[in-house]
């Protein structure tokens, strides 16, 4: 017969457990909130700096101008700039992020051409260190929703490594939010720049609403209002210079961007895993009370069995 006690203490556990999980999650959902407004807010900047790049481009073909980050050369080295979280607890975040990297690496390592990583997170910095793979830099403890500042510190390292001839070519790989439920691993080229990727293009922001006391993702796509200077401007600097001075903040906003992709991948993970681990423990705890109530029983019915044969003996 199961002990009672036991179970009763196995079910006050899991309901421990499951407030922990229910907690986490509400803070999870909370930080998306946070992110999104973040993406918001960092949305008019990004957009004036798309037009004023979109009117250089009309004016100048970038081609011809001889910018060290536009300058492209043989490559035989590629830095794999790889964005992961610092904690755990976030299904298969982390995993999948880091799969994706030793993927790229392995089609690089077949062509001849060599690699080292640039690390963001503590998960994959643990993860490549252990297998002593070639890792240029790394940056651990920063902040779960990212600051302009440190997206500023990690492309100092890039451009360091780029222009010192280092590697000879950045790829981004970092997690692209699609939905609360949903996230892929993408790759992006960040140096040198490509001319065609500074046109303008709708782009999308998320929004995080409740409906019918569920968490759902609603995606806007928002069209950047681009046009050209007028024929007749007259810059006071070079238009090379501007767009030398340009082109580094460009970067900045593009890698900001792909931090907060992957802060809210992060979290929307974060979230679905403990919504998932308090249903599992909601489904746990009703299978051990009516454990407890058939064991419960059982020891009753035992009472009432011993009670009545005792008085048919005295009988």
Same mark, same amino acid.
């Given at each position: ?134 890792? $240029? &830099? ?12 440190? !997206? =500023?510190?990690? /492309?100092? +390292? *890039? ?102 992709? $992957? &802060? ?12 998932? !681990? =308090?249903?599992? /423990?909601? +489904? *746990? ?31």
């Amino acid at each position: 017969m199961p002990n009672l006690k036991s179970i009763r203490d196995r079910i006050q556990s899991v309901k421990n457990t499951q407030k922990i999980t229910e907690a986490m999650r509400l803070v999870a959902a909370a930080k998306v909130r946070r992110a999104q407004e973040q993406v918001i807010a960092t949305r008019p900047f990004a957009d004036r700096l798309a037009q004023v790049l979109f009117g250089l481009q009309s004016r100048l073909r970038f081609e011809e101008a001889n910018l060290p980050l536009l300058r492209k050369r043989d490559i035989k080295k590629v830095g794999l700039l790889v964005i992961s979280g610092d904690r755990g607890l976030c299904g298969a975040y982390n995993s999948n992020v880091i799969r994706r990297a030793e993927t790229r690496a392995s089609e690089l390592k077949a062509e001849g051409v060599d690699y080292s990583y640039v690390l963001v997170g503590r998960k994959a910095s643990q993860y490549f260190e252990r297998r002593e793979q070639p890792i $240029s &830099a790394k940056f651990t403890g920063l902040e779960q929703i990212p600051t302009a500042a440190e !997206a =500023s510190q990690i /492309a100092d +390292e *890039l451009f360091s490594l780029f222009l010192s001839e280092t590697v000879d070519k950045v790829e981004l790989i970092y997690t692209r939010f699609v939905s609360l439920i949903s996230s892929r691993p993408v790759i992006q080229t960040l140096l040198p720049l490509d001319p065609q990727g500074l046109e303008a293009s709708d782009d999308e922001i998320f929004r995080l609403t409740v409906r019918g006391g569920k968490f759902e993702v609603e995606r806007e796509r928002v069209a950047a209002q681009t046009q050209s200077f007028p024929q007749d401007m007259i810059f006071e600097q070079d238009p090379v210079q501007i767009l030398d001075a340009l082109l580094p903040l460009y970067l900045n906003n593009q890698l900001l961007r792909a931090m907060q992709e $992957s &802060a809210a991948s992060e979290l929307a993970a974060r979230m679905t895993a403990m919504s998932n !681990a =308090s249903d599992n /423990a909601k +489904e *746990l705890i009703s299978n051990l009370t009516l454990s407890y109530n058939k064991a419960r029983q059982a020891a009753i019915t035992q009472e009432i069995l011993e009670v009545v044969g005792g008085a048919n003996a005295l009988e």
